[in-house]
């Protein structure tokens, strides 16, 4: 199964530089009356605070948004993406101009606090499923302009990313089956894009379906809304021929026993829909 995500650290820099601009577009506008009552001369120190355990992620958004106010800005951080930081951890210093921290702070906080809530609750369920073959896989449920960015934070937690988006997989539901007349004449017309997809997925919500899946070829099936005994016997029917995945209602209470089934990917929604933003807060040492 390709893989289009390029999460090295300059896709993800020049990401975050594109989200930070809008970001800040959307919230400054024609400038900050507020921070304007500031001396434009002043230097301030600076430090973002944990308020509670969380695995940190987000710092490239935190400095692109920085930077952009003030490029000469210099921040250091105590604990980076992908590591777990307490409750009152100092997770960032940083020291520049007081009228761009100032101006900056809203925005690079916002980042931080949804990168690193996806993160932390991406690392959670990972953490529940652990010593199994199963994946704990994100969706296409995601706010809107800032799928990678969750995406990214999905990889972070030690997630495995879906498809993008419409663009760069095939995901067959019951609408397009019912539409092509049928599994076997869905999949048959998907073989004509398969070059272009990273994967063809079929999604089913029967072992007939799964079986009809199997005898067309399919090679990835996303078994939807099946129990326990379903999911078991949807594995022996399989017998490794396809890549089984598990979507629909899906909580960590249940988790490990739908991951213990032997199905091979989980995808959980509530990853990217669901968050609670992480607390942090910024304060200014010499203001």
Same mark, same amino acid.
Request: with cysteine; glycine share 8%; net charge negative.
């Given at each position: ?8 650290? $300059? ?14 577009? &959307? ?6 009356? =507020? ?6 001369? *002043? ?44 409750? !009152? ?13 100032? %101006? ?12 690193? +809530? /996806?993160?932390?609750?991406?690392? =959670?369920?990972?953490?529940? /499923? ?5 994946? /704990?896989?994100? =969706? ?6 800032? *799928? ?5 934070? @999905? ?13 760069? +997989?095939?995901?067959?539901? $019951? ?25 063809? &997925?079929?999604?089913?919500? %029967?072992? @007939? ?25 949807? /594995? ?23 991951? $213990? %089934?032997?199905? !091979? ?12 933003? %992480? ?9």
């Amino acid at each position: 199964m390709k893989k289009s995500f390029d999460f090295s650290p $300059e896709a993800v820099s020049g990401l975050a530089q594109a989200d930070a601009a809008r970001a800040l577009a &959307e919230d400054v506008g024609s400038g900050d009356l =507020t921070a304007g009552l500031i001396d434009p001369d *002043r230097i301030a120190t600076a430090q973002v605070l944990a308020r509670e355990s969380a695995v940190i992620c987000g710092s490239a958004w935190v400095e692109a948004t920085v930077l952009q106010l003030d490029p000469l800005a210099r921040m250091t951080w105590h604990v980076r993406d992908g590591a777990r930081c307490a409750a !009152d951890e100092v997770v960032l210093e940083l020291q520049g101009r007081a009228r761009a921290l100032l %101006t900056a702070e809203r925005t690079a906080l916002n980042f931080l606090q949804l990168l690193s +809530a /996806v993160a932390t609750k991406t690392a =959670t369920y990972v953490e529940a /499923v652990k010593g199994t073959r199963v994946q /704990v896989v994100d =969706t296409r449920k995601t706010l809107p302009g800032l *799928r990678l960015a969750q995406k990214y934070a @999905v990889h972070v937690g030690g997630g495995t990313n879906h498809r993008t988006g419409l663009y760069d +997989a095939v995901l067959i539901k $019951e609408n397009h089956i019912a539409a092509a007349g049928g599994v076997a004449q869905v999949l048959a017309r998907a073989a004509a894009v398969a070059a272009q997809a990273d994967f063809i &997925e079929i999604e089913v919500e %029967t072992l @007939v379906q799964l079986e009809q899946a199997l005898a067309a070829g399919a090679r990835m099936v996303l078994l939807d809304n099946m129990d326990i005994a379903q999911l078991r016997e949807a /594995v022996r029917i399989n017998q490794g021929r396809a890549i089984l995945e598990i979507s629909g209602g899906v909580t960590l209470q249940g988790l490990r026993a739908l991951a $213990e %089934t032997g199905v !091979d990917r989980i995808s959980v929604g509530s990853l990217t829909k669901d968050i609670q933003a %992480t607390d942090f807060s910024m304060r200014f040492l010499d203001l």
